[in-house]
């Protein structure tokens, strides 16, 4: 975690409290599923050895991650988007994992006091000033000011909860250690950086002229079997209401679009903010006196006249997230940083530097690089997007009264046929798919799948969430899974057989770089083709030119020394041959720095691997039952 991530301070809140759902944005945009009944609150949606996971507490922790999600997204967030990002079923998975974690916790005899909750209380960030518990009047206070507002038994049950699994945890993980050896591999994993030099060639530029022949596409069909199994495959009719072809058909008056715009101004507003770098030496495990010490002999050359404050953050500075950065972090508004920093860096004006500035993290040295005012987007920059998302809440609204009004006259299979003609309504026949294909006119939905292929033949299914509205299906063939003929599949096994030899004709290519490169690089490359790819010095998991990043190639890399040329190395895509210019790695003194910083990351690591594996085998012993109809009507399968 960087130290830009410790700063923030609303992120320790939230990680303590049930969450805060942003109400304004709730007011602009809800997901459909949201907007359309459902089950009530106290619904379950699962149990746990008893335990339950209501769908109330589901649709608050779902609008929390669409809160997030939008950070990240913005106007671009719909019901399309989420479908695709799939955090329904994961946060449903989520939920059922925390409650195995507390079942497992009444089995282990594992209990969390009251004056546990306390203690653990008193002493969160958010919670404290210059060290000190804010007192409990202004912690009710902060809870009231939450959109929605909490209670104080409703935050000291999840801190509860919280304390409860970390006690499972360390209960389980306390024996898993990590050794001198593994923190230095770690060590020169990270460190290691290698500069190359690349020839790329792409199976795709070999394609061309490649012609298999009836033999070698009966060869490659009769030697991977396995590749080419049909799976059981369904067909369905469907009855569609499409929320998006209503669009068109409904319409927004400005007086709507400026009520929703005035309703949620603070979504288009940004407020002040400021943008700085700064420097950072840490003080946890050090002596106080000699850190401030370092820190004020760097603070006068910042201060220097000509001084290069982002080179001398990169030299100094202890802030993993920002020192390669120069310190920079980008801009952020007020009630984001702790409060000491934060005073600190909204007293300086442009250019000027701070004094040394004390937090719980060590001695800080800030430079304010620019502010920037509030400002609101005006209504004519906006008026496009609120115009869209009404069409759309609009259409959601009328397909779900369309469905509400017809859903109680679809009982067999000519219902759809009658009622689609009577509503100038779409049925539509989705041809043959397997469970994971998409379906021809409504494409990949997982409930119409899964109901496809729960039901029997000439059955009609009730109402389907579909990611554009709703859908009725009754089920109109079977095919059994099978081996197919060569016919049936030709086509992928061609595309099997051509992609094969143009890595072959690739490899080829590729060698003779290989073998000629280690005396001029450049020049085998380009006798063979291609231009050569460079790149600066590079970490593990670098994306490279041309081929992306590569698990194979750095394998294959950082196995080198500088001066080296691999051997052909072969992707998915590509075959590549690579030319170490540089290599580095890290030092011993860079070693004692980081190791205990390592030892501590890579025990959390190994510790959660380990709770993650033994709590997949203690949910195995638990007697786990997922209501399908609630989490169906809830989410649209």
Do not use: C
Not at 135 to 152: F, H, I, N, S, V
């Amino acid at each position: 975690m960087t130290m830009l991530d410790n700063m923030r301070r609303h992120k320790a809140w939230l990680k303590w409290s049930l969450g805060l759902v942003v109400v304004t944005f709730v007011l602009l945009y809800v997901p459909s599923f949201l907007q359309t009944g459902g089950p009530s609150a106290n619904d379950t949606i699962a149990t746990v050895d008893g335990r339950v996971v209501k769908a109330g507490d589901f649709r608050t922790m779902y609008a929390q991650q669409v809160d997030a999600y939008r950070q990240a997204y913005g106007a671009n967030l719909n019901d399309q988007l989420l479908k695709q990002l799939g955090i329904e079923q994961r946060l449903i998975q989520q939920m059922i994992d925390e409650e195995a974690v507390l079942a497992e916790a009444k089995r282990l005899g594992l209990s969390v006091t009251d004056a546990e909750v306390e203690a653990r209380l008193i002493r969160l960030p958010a919670l404290q000033e210059n060290g000190v518990f804010v007192g409990y009047d202004r912690y009710r206070q902060m809870l009231d000011m939450q959109r929605p507002p909490l209670t104080a038994p409703q935050f000291e049950d999840q801190l509860r909860r919280t304390l409860l699994a970390e006690k499972v945890q360390a209960a389980v993980t306390g024996w898993v250690r990590v050794s001198d050896a593994d923190v230095e591999k770690e060590y020169r994993s990270k460190n290691e950086k290698v500069k190359l030099e690349l020839a790329v060639f792409n199976a795709a530029q070999f394609r061309s002229g490649i012609q298999p022949t009836d033999a070698e596409l009966q060869a490659q069909f009769t030697a991977h079997p396995d590749l080419y199994q049909i799976g059981e495959r369904r067909r369905v009719r469907f009855l569609s209401i499409d929320a998006q072809s209503l669009r068109s058909k409904v319409t927004v008056t400005d007086a709507e679009i400026q009520a929703q715009y005035q309703a949620n101004i603070a979504t288009y507003s940004t407020p002040e903010q400021v943008h700085v770098r700064h420097i950072l030496f840490k003080t946890e495990g050090k002596d106080d006196a000699k850190v401030k010490a370092a820190a004020e002999a760097v603070l006068a050359k910042a201060k220097a006249p000509g001084a290069d404050f982002a080179k001398l953050a990169t030299q100094y500075s202890e802030d993993e997230g920002s020192k390669d950065k120069g310190g920079e972090y980008d801009f952020f508004g007020k009630g984001t940083m702790v409060k000491e920093f934060e005073d600190a860096a909204w007293a300086l004006q442009p250019n000027e530097i701070s004094g040394l500035v004390k937090t719980q993290f060590g001695y800080h040295i800030i430079k304010m690089l620019e502010k920037r005012p509030a400002s609101v987007k005006p209504l004519d920059e906006v008026k496009a997007q609120i115009d869209d998302q009404l069409r759309w809440q609009k259409a959601q609204a009328e397909a779900q009264k369309i469905n509400d009004e017809i859903a109680p006259s679809i009982k067999t299979p000519a219902d759809l046929d009658r009622i689609a003609q009577a509503r100038s309504l779409v049925v539509g026949d989705s041809g043959l798919f397997t469970r994971d294909e998409p379906l021809a006119g409504l494409g990949f939905v997982p409930a119409v799948s899964a109901e496809a292929f729960a039901m029997k033949q000439g059955a009609v299914s009730g109402s389907l969430k579909t990611d554009r509205g709703f859908a009725f299906i009754t089920l109109t063939e079977v095919q059994a899974p099978h081996a197919p003929k060569l016919d049936e599949v030709k086509a992928k096994v061609q595309d099997d057989v051509i992609r094969a030899k143009a890595l072959e004709l690739a490899r080829a290519k590729a060698q003779t770089v290989s073998q000629q490169g280690k005396t001029n690089f450049a020049a085998a490359a380009k006798a063979a083709g291609v231009e050569v790819k460079k790149t600066e010095l590079i970490a593990r998991g670098t994306a490279l030119p041309d081929v992306g990043v590569s698990g194979v190639i750095d394998q294959a890399v950082f196995a080198l020394n500088q001066g080296d040329v691999s051997a052909p190395i072969t992707t998915e895509t590509a075959v590549v041959v690579a030319h170490v210019v540089e290599k580095q790695t890290g030092t011993p003194e860079g070693l004692a720095a980081e190791r205990d910083s390592l030892h501590d990351q890579l025990l959390q690591q190994r510790r959660q691997e380990f709770f993650a594996a033994y709590m997949t085998k203690a949910k195995t012993k638990m007697k786990i039952v997922i209501n399908e109809a609630t989490v169906k009507q809830l989410i649209g399968g």
